[in-house]
């Protein structure tokens, strides 16, 4: 049968506050345990919460980058369940009034079409703390840092119809939060966390299949893999006669599977109410226009200016501006080199080379963008040629004095002296009769074999324009 | 000296009539006599009281004249108190020793007060009676064989007895001006938000609020003005100016328009109540004002939308007592569920339970809409009928309780036990400021009046109060004690 795949996210996303969402705890990321756990945290008797407005910026912040409506008057709510570290014995989080409603994003399909992908809600919430179930001598530890972090949980409507499009969504939210500077968003680390409910149907069908919800997908690679993974599982299961059962499953990365966590049936009744400790949050519109003002350019701007202003190619421009980091390099190579298209050539081509072999971010590049700008800046004013410059990259790995040093310590810099071209021109001529011969008779592609000569000769430095005009001359 | 209310105590202390030190220690020495018997403390901070009072002292020599300074308090044992045990009254806090200082007693500490030791109440605030503390029922002064009401009871009973000059309590459905009535003392209930919330041990977020027990309104006049403000630790504290709640005190009555809820003269009001009630109100008039019927229809809703609301937010409240962090755990737990469920079958008294398992139940899937949503409707009612009838008057006066002290054990079912709290749950609801003073003493035993104000206008229902003890005497009466028995 032909079976159509649809997906809706569930992306958790931790907000970059220095503090917690409630209490003024610092958030960094790896302290002792407990160490950032203040008496808010620690749900000690008789402290209350108070809302970091930091976080309430960066949600309206995210809010207006995807054209959602900002809830006026959002409301935070207690979601009560036990569990050792969940210390209030509830979360704090938004249920009927998000700060985020309506909205939506488009992404870049694998034949280049775009498609726009719905956002229902995001809402803010406190993260719980961590159990830890090892190195405890058979007791369990449990781990508070974590307690009262901010998130801000983004749920998309089920528009995603196969992997490839939820990879492409997650990376697009990845970008916009990272442009944004409203999260790391590292996945391996936690500070992006995604939950993806899958579910087919045969093709044309109009309503929905039964859903499951695969938690712990922990990087984008997995996501595409867990959802095919997933399908895969409902297609067999519903072909063969079987029934998809609503439930929550565990992605396992390393056996590639998802496996059963817990029925629905029996989840959890959360007795959701009003938290009565925190008043509705009202938000002014001249609050809402303030966040607008400051918004920075987003990644589809970017991407529109780079075609526009710098003629880049949709390809190229959406290659770079993918990601906030690059965007920024290659902005940064272009301002002090003064050709686009070359410095878009070498940023998603040699850098993204050298970065995917050396396993490195491009915020930890080797070579820094004023580097390789200033390298660019060479090839541009004819100082060196293209070849030579893959090579003074190269050393720019090892070397990290200015590379115009480089270039002149190692004699690398274009000879242009007409006087010292005559001379190679001349030694040329002198040594290779026949082929001289042979362009008089007009065989002119032999005159490229004689300027690959003098180029050799001159160990590509000789600028070899100015050797094919001087041989011709001289060969006439 | 004892009997002295703080105004009379800081004049005093001002004139060097008295030091600290010595008011200190003779408040000790009655609380080692009476203690006993009453059980109105659970924890008494003698050395800690004799250093404070000294300081005080020392501060008076070298200038120091704020008008608290070195006058001896207690706190109901709600309040956090640093490295001070602060058990709210139940077995699950039994061990627990406060990191911090609530707001409120970091405040009167910033006054330069005494903390002679923490009261007795209601397990968790959950009660009317004082019976339901793990620490022992409290006794009413007036009457060892009566409760003394709840759940401030313990700090009701000390002020009561002259056990120390002033105490905190917290009021979420009349949890101060109850006690206040049955143990003949006056008790104020700040409006919602007036009074920061940080440190106090949440029973019903939405309706807690902290306020005086003392022995005139002049006096709650006087702990208002340490104890109200914006607290950026609490966000359900109002940013409103604090007025200087002693400047209205002597204002006078003439034209003061008295509203008296039909429905708070109706059935269910034992005679002897309402006759000091209403002799009450004459005295009113004499002072100038003028008194009318009014309606609170929704009222009869109250105690029902009380028992949703309450216990509702109490069920989460108190759900981080879980024996993970602090408080009671259970002896050997096998896992995790056990460890939950005996260190919370064991820790939590009947009462506590049995508002968890209320709350617990009106929240769950299916209940809410008919539960927690239709109880908030009714509270929304509640203060329309507030803000209607204010509109024709200024303050609203009644019963503080139908019944004078009843004697422990005779409200053993549980909907009794909440009637009791009948005219006073609807201001919590309706977050309004309120005050109970003694009208009356019938057949030996106090009577409460209660006075209910608009929002925020504390000023004007201490006012009231006040011009009313200035005519009257109920205030000044004494119970009589008996040391050593129970």
Known sequence: MDWETVIGLEVHVQLSTQSKLFSGTSTRFGAEPNSQANIYDLAMPGTLPVLNKTALKMAVRFGLAVDAEIGRRSVFDRKNYFYPDLPKGYQVSQLDYPIVGKGSLSITLDDGAEKLIGITRAHMEEDAGKSLHEDFHGRSGIDLNRAGTPLLEIVSEPDLRNAREAVAYLKKLHAIVRYLDISDAIMAQGSMRCDANVSIRPRGQQEFGTRTEIKNINSFRFVERAINHEVERQKDLLEDGGKVVQETRLYDSDKDETRSMRSKEVANDYRYFPEPDLLPVEIEESFVEAVRAELPELPDEKKARFMSELGLSEYDAGVLVSSRD???????????????????????????????????????????????????????????????????????????????????SQGLKQVTDSGAIEKLVDDVIAANPEQVQQVKDGKEQVLGYLVGQAMKLSQGKANPGQVNEMLREKIK | ?????????????????????????????????????????????????????????????????????????????????????????????????????????????????????????????????????????????????????????????????????????????????????????????????????????????????????????????????????????????????????????????????????????????????????????????????????????????????????APAEASANLSRYDGVRYGYRCDNPVDLEDMYKRSRSEGFGDEVKRRILVGTYALSAGYYDAYYRKAQKIRRLIKQDFSRAFQDVDVIIGPTSPHKAFELGAKSDPVAMYLEDIYTIAVNLAGLPAISIPAGLANSLPVGMHIVGQDFDEARVLNVAHQFQLATNWHRHKPSLQSGEA
């Not at chain 2, 000296?1 to 220690?25: D, F, G, N, W, Y």
């Not at chain 2, 004459?282 to 609170?296: H, N, T, V, W, Y």
């Open chain 2, 1 to 309: 000296m004892i009997e002295k209310t703080v105004a009379e105590l800081s004049a005093a202390l001002r004139a060097r009539k008295i030091s600290s030190v010595e008011l200190t220690q003779t408040f000790l020495d009655r609380i080692a006599r009476f203690n006993e018997s009453l059980n109105a403390f659970i924890t008494v901070c003698e050395e800690s009281a004799l250093v404070e009072a000294e300081a005080a002292d020392a501060a008076r020599v070298s200038g120091d004249d704020r008008p608290l300074l070195g006058i001896p308090l207690a706190h109901k044992d709600i309040f956090c108190s640093r490295g001070v045990l602060t058990s709210c009254g139940s077995k699950m806090l039994h061990n627990f020793i406060a990191p911090y200082d609530a707001r409120v007693v970091e405040l009167f500490k910033e006054a330069g007060t005494v903390m002679l030791g923490k009261t007795n109440m209601d397990e968790f605030a959950m009660g009317s009676s004082n019976e339901t503390s793990h620490y022992g029922p409290v006794r009413n002064p007036w009457d060892n064989r009566r409760v003394p009401g709840g759940s401030s009871g313990g700090s009701a009973a000390a002020v009561a007895a002259d056990l120390c000059a002033m105490a905190t309590g917290t009021d979420t459905g009349g949890s101060i001006r109850q006690p206040a009535a049955f143990c003949g003392i006056t008790g104020f209930k700040p409006s919602y938000g007036r009074v920061s919330r940080w440190g106090m041990i949440a029973f019903a977020s939405s309706l807690d609020q902290a306020g005086p027990l003392c022995k005139s309104a002049e006096d709650a006049a006087l702990m208002m003005n340490v104890m109200a403000g914006l607290d950026d630790k609490d966000s359900t504290s109002i940013d409103r100016p604090v007025p200087d709640y002693s400047a209205h005190l002597g204002d006078s009555l003439k034209g003061l328009k008295i509203g008296i809820p039909r429905q708070h003269f109706a059935e269910g009001l034992s005679a002897d109540v309402e006759q000091s009630i209403r002799d009450g109100l004459k005295q009113f008039e004499s002072l100038g004002a003028r008194i009318m019927d009014i309606d609170l229809p929704n009222n009869h809703l109250s105690v029902s939308a009380y028992y949703v609301v």
């Open chain 1, 326 to 408: 690059m965007a920024e390099y290659f902005e940064k190579v272009v301002a002090l080199c003064g050709d686009a298209k070359l410095a878009a050539n070498w940023v998603s081509g040699d850098l993204q080379a050298l970065l995917k072999r050396l396993d490195l971010e491009i915020t930890d590049a080797p070579i820094q963008a004023d580097r390789l700008g200033a390298l660019i800046a060479r090839i541009k004013d004819k100082t060196i040629s293209g070849k030579i410059a893959k090579s003074v990259f190269d050393t720019l790995l090892e070397d990290d004095s200015p590379v115009d040093n480089i270039i002149e």
